[in-house]
């Protein structure tokens, strides 16, 4: 053998050393950043399948314990097989269809039971109201006034526990997405979509930070003040203040849209520049492996293929179930605040009917306060939602 | 006015039955239907013995009564004021 050949055969063996080494390197990095004793590609039986990432099944975790039960069986499990028919149970007109009807059935009770006391303490604040009259002077005025205070105190207490409900959504929501973060970030990382996952995980980390201190924190305080203003109007106050409670409530909810609608298009933008960014890089290597290394090269550059194919139906599984854990997540809340606002209305009108003005102002006041709380959560929910859409139609780097 | 107070010593009897019954549903919470009705009384009580002193040319401590009446009823409602309070309070200070 020449001293030239023996030269290429060594250049080529180097080379080859060079490329396995790297794609070795390439694959294992996310999965050490995982877990070193998980494996993302698990050999069974000398035959290699690809699993979902750790971090999906310990989503559980992050879920709250009542959503546990209405999940599908093997949701969570890392073989894709299962998962998917789980997530296409789960996503399935029926399986929607049972979560709406299920989220409507335990509410709807506790909405006409609301309504029913509403309207026993309407009629019990007309009755004392009147009564109070009869007293006249400026007695009868305030015995009225301490019927209006004790009318209006009961109400509050009757309507307040939704901020409460609210509150608890924003803080699920920020863990679901903070128990989404790691499964995005290993799938993007898989599919050589480094740029993606740092983008991605940028934006959801600004997206968990205005959850938590924006909403979880705010959403109350601002229900608090637009509660307190429309109480001092309710209890006699000379000068309306229905008009600064609805500015406030107004530039919130504009607040909160402007922030989800800047959050939104810069992922919608860098998504798409960082998928051309990865998808480039990507081909380079591709063409690189394939050319350099004449039989084992073309080997690579195929099977790689076939990677992407399988990273695209775990991003597929783990997007969708993101998605519906959310829907889950939402429909409860959105559902209760939809049919309390519809009851306190319904209150409102059989209020007016009933002489009480300002229980019926009132009562509005709050009816409005949820429908800028749902609209608060659906804001909310509409990045998190874009963030899983994205990681389920960005194609993977590999392929 | 004995006959007239036993008259509406009667009808107020009828409407305090019905204003219990009301407030059996458990509609209102026990404290405030308490306040409720005590200051319901009280106000009757000092229209009343406002109403008997004037009767009597004591316009002076007719007006006293009168004073004294809504001072009581103020005090009355001051638990009122503080749910009310307490309740914006937590909720304003809920997400700290």
């Known amino acids: 053998m020449s001293t030239k050949k023996i030269r290429t055969v060594t250049k080529r063996f180097l080379l080859f050393l060079l490329t396995t080494w790297w794609l070795l390197a390439w694959f294992a990095a996310p999965i050490r950043a995982e877990d070193a004793t998980e494996q993302v590609f698990e050999t069974d039986d000398s035959e290699e399948v690809l699993t979902l990432p750790p971090a999906y099944a310990a989503l559980p975790d992050a879920l709250p314990e009542e959503l546990l039960p209405l999940l599908p069986d093997g949701l969570f499990s890392t073989n894709p097989d299962e998962a998917m028919e789980a997530v296409r149970e789960g996503v399935s007109l029926s399986g929607i269809l049972s979560a709406i009807l299920g989220a409507l059935g335990l509410r709807l009770p506790e909405a006409v039971r609301l309504l029913s006391t509403l309207i026993g303490l309407l009629l019990i604040s007309s009755l004392l109201g009147h009564l109070s009259s009869t007293v006249g002077g400026r007695t009868g005025e305030l015995t009225g006034f301490v019927v209006r205070l004790a009318v209006t105190a009961s109400l509050v207490s009757l309507t307040l526990g939704i901020a409460e409900v609210v509150t608890t959504f924003f803080t699920q929501l920020g863990r679901l997405c903070a128990g989404m973060l790691p499964v995005m970030g290993t799938l993007y990382v898989l599919g050589g979509n480094l740029t993606q996952a740092t983008v991605g995980e940028g934006l959801m980390l600004v997206f968990l930070n205005v959850m938590e201190y924006l909403c979880a924190d705010v959403t109350p305080a601002v229900c608090g003040v637009c509660l307190a203003l429309s109480i001092l109007d309710a209890l006699g106050l000379r000068h309306r203040m229905d008009a600064l409670g609805s500015w406030i409530r107004k530039t919130y909810t504009g607040f909160l849209g402007c922030i989800t609608f800047l959050l939104s298009a810069v992922l919608g933008c860098q998504s798409v520049l960082s998928a051309r960014a990865d998808s480039l890089r990507m081909k380079g290597v591709k063409y690189a492996v394939g050319n350099l290394l004449p039989v084992a090269g073309g080997a690579v550059s195929g099977s790689l293929g076939t990677v992407a194919a399988g990273i695209d139906l775990l991003r597929g599984v783990c997007g969708i179930c993101g998605i519906l854990l959310l829907g889950l997540l939402l429909l409860p809340t959105l559902i209760q605040l939809l049919l309390f606002r519809q009851a306190i209305r319904l209150a409102a009108v059989a209020a007016s009917s009933l002489q009480c003005q300002s229980d019926a102002r009132l009562l509005n006041d709050v009816a409005e306060l949820y429908g800028y709380m749902a609209a608060a959560v659906s804001l909310c929910s509409v990045f998190f939602i874009l963030a899983l859409c994205v990681l389920v139609a960005c194609g993977s780097a590999l392929g | ?96």
């Open chain 2, 1 to 96: 006015m004995g006959a007239i107070l036993s008259l509406a010593a009667g009808v107020l009897s009828d409407v305090m039955t019905l204003i219990n019954s009301c407030f059996g549903t458990g509609v209102l919470p026990e404290d405030m239907r308490s306040i409720l009705l005590r200051s319901l009384g009280l106000a009757f009580a000092t229209e009343l013995c406002a109403g008997v002193c004037r009767d009597s040319g004591e316009a002076a401590l007719a007006a006293w009564v009168e004073t004294a009446g809504r001072l009581e009823i103020l005090v009355l409602a001051m638990p009122l004021i503080r749910t009310i309070a307490d309740t914006v309070a937590n909720l304003l200070g809920a997400g700290t």
